[in-house]
């Protein structure tokens, strides 16, 4: 296992930029997530862990050791694409033999490595067979036993999960994170997709434009994102937001929105929002109170009912903005229909609408 250690790391294409002075500690058996939109840089800045890309700048450290400069195969380390990159003619056996066949280990070396492995992840009644007589979620798996064979220090995940279904998603997310918890590597796993980041993640690295905008434990992320951009890409619906003025009237201190909306902010409020100033709320969908029959609240006419079984999502119009409240009861509002939304003080966050980030 290792430390990997990134120090100002950035990539250079010709003039053009795509990485900026990355800089990330990841802790020996760690388990950490870089997630982004695509074109972000995150699966650059694996690629460069990797040595498949070169490092324009920067310290690289795996293990203690300064690694810019080694090759792939010098680094200990184990990648998994998200295309299996299976060859097809080998059955799964050999294709898991593969590597161990190049670096010419003798087979009594690592055969009892690769039925381990194959035990590990439900392979060993597939041995024997072609990878075309495999499913999508089996041929991932035997991708990640030719990782696991090899015994390396770090593994990477480079998207690894894109070309499943929704249904073998769900299950591959669980073997991933069961794979992590028997053998406690340290792993690098890119994703687009904020719900494998939550779920599987020690950490999360949140990247934007080549550049980390916040790190730490899921639901710290999720409960106090750092800026508008991290409070809207983690969560599904995502954050609900308004932009709105600081206002003291009758109902105190309160945001007022373009549309007419007054909402009562809390007063802690006062220490880093004054009067007058421009500023953006946030309000997650599962944190709105509905109650049709009340008179206060914020006003929303339902424009659109989306049911999904365990929760049904209601969309209409606050501040201008389209906003998503969920709520688990079944419910048997209509479109067309006015509600009043509780907006709970304990779940609301102020954004500097300038510069995105957090207040307070």
């Known amino acids: 296992m290792a430390a990997v250690q990134l120090s100002g790391i950035f990539k250079r294409y010709g003039d053009t930029q795509v990485v900026h002075g990355v800089d990330l500690h990841i802790d020996d058996g760690e388990f950490v997530v870089l997630v982004g939109p695509s074109g972000c840089g995150k699966s650059t800045l694996m690629r460069m862990v990797a040595g498949l890309e070169e490092i324009s700048g920067g310290d690289l ?28 003619h080998l059955s799964v056996y050999e294709n898991i033999a593969f590597g161990p066949r190049i670096r010419k280990e003798s087979e009594k070396d690592f055969k009892p490595r690769i039925e381990k492995a194959a035990k590990m992840l439900n392979l060993g009644s597939y041995l024997d067979r072609l990878p075309r007589a495999l499913s999508g979620g089996q041929r991932q798996r035997v991708a990640m036993g030719r990782a696991v064979v090899r015994e390396p220090s770090l593994f ?47 950490r999360i690295v949140v990247m934007n434009a080549g550049r980390i905008e ?6 710290e992320l999720y409960d106090r994102p750092a800026n508008l951009f991290v409070a809207s890409f983690l969560g599904s619906p995502s954050m609900n937001f308004a932009e709105g003025e600081i206002v003291q009237g009758d109902l105190g201190f309160a945001l007022a929105l373009s549309d007419g909306h007054v909402i009562p ?39 659109v009912v989306e049911p999904t079984g365990a929760e049904t999502h209601l969309y209409g119009q606050i501040g201008g903005s389209t906003w998503c409240v969920t709520t688990r009861q079944r419910s048997k509002i209509e479109p067309g229909q006015r509600i009043a939304l509780g907006l ?17």
């Open 61 to 88: 450290m795996i293990g203690g050791t300064r690694a810019n400069a080694l090759a792939p195969q010098e680094r200990n380390i184990s990648m998994v694409f998200q295309s299996y990159a299976l060859y097809p």
């Open 156 to 202: 990477l995940f480079d998207e690894p999960l894109s070309n499943l279904d929704a249904k073998l998603r769900v299950q591959m997310r669980t073997e991933i994170k069961a794979l992590h918890q028997r053998l406690k590597n340290t792993i690098i796993y890119v994703t687009h997709d904020q719900i494998e980041a939550m779920t599987m993640a020690d």
């Open 214 to 219: 916040q790190v730490g434990r899921p639901l």
């Open 265 to 303: 902010l809390p007063e802690a409020a006062r220490a880093y929002a004054a009067p007058g100033a421009r500023v953006t709320l946030g309000i997650r969908p599962e944190h709105i109170e509905t109650d049709t029959t009340a008179h206060t609240g914020v006003a929303m006419e339902v424009e």
């Open 344 to 360: 709970p003080a304990g779940h609301l966050h102020l954004f500097d609408t300038e510069s995105g980030a957090r207040l307070g």
